[in-house]
C-alpha cells in the first residue's frame, strides 16, 4: 500500500534481541491528509530506518507499506510495516516548454497559405 502523508513525529529507537538476533525499529507518527486528522503509525526495521533518520515533522512523504494482522491470547493486532519513503515532489506547471524556434519568413506563410490544392491527396 501507498499513502500520500505528512510526517507528525519520529518515536525513539527500540531495540532487543529475539531467537534471530539482534533488531531495531523505529516507528513514525504520520498525519493523514484527510478531513477527520487521522493518524497512522508506521514501523520501520533495520535499514529502513536510515531512511527515516533524516525525516523532519511537516515533511511531506510518500509512504510505502505492508499493513498484517496477527492473533494473540484471542486478541487481534494489526501493524503498518514501511519498506520506503520518499519525498514528494513539488508539482510543475502544467504548461508545455516551448523551443526557441525562428520567426516564420514570407516564403513559410506563402506555403503555409496555399490552401494545399496542390496537394495530390
Given at each position: 500500500m501507498e499513502l500520500e502523508l505528512v510526517v507528525n513525529r519520529l518515536l525513539d529507537v527500540v531495540s532487543g534481541t529475539s531467537a534471530r538476533g539482534q533488531w531495531q525499529r523505529?516507528?513514525?507518527?504520520?498525519d493523514q491528509m484527510d478531513e477527520y486528522?487521522?493518524?497512522?503509525c508506521v514501523t520501520f526495521?533495520?535499514?529502513k530506518m536510515n531512511e527515516?533518520?533524516?525525516l523532519k515533522p511537516g515533511d511531506k512523504v510518500i509512504v510505502s507499506f505492508n499493513i498484517s494482522?496477527?492473533?494473540?491470547n484471542n486478541r487481534w493486532y494489526?501493524?503498518?510495516r514501511g519498506w520506503r519513503v520518499r519525498p514528494v515532489l513539488p508539482q510543475q506547471d502544467a504548461a508545455p516548454v516551448q523551443a526557441d524556434m525562428p520567426p516564420l519568413t514570407q516564403a513559410d506563410e506563402e506555403v503555409a497559405d496555399n490552401g494545399?490544392?496542390?496537394?495530390p491527396f
Open positions: 523505529r516507528d513514525v507518527v504520520f486528522g487521522s493518524k497512522l526495521f533495520g535499514d527515516v533518520a533524516v494482522s496477527r492473533e494473540y494489526t501493524e503498518a494545399g490544392g496542390d496537394l
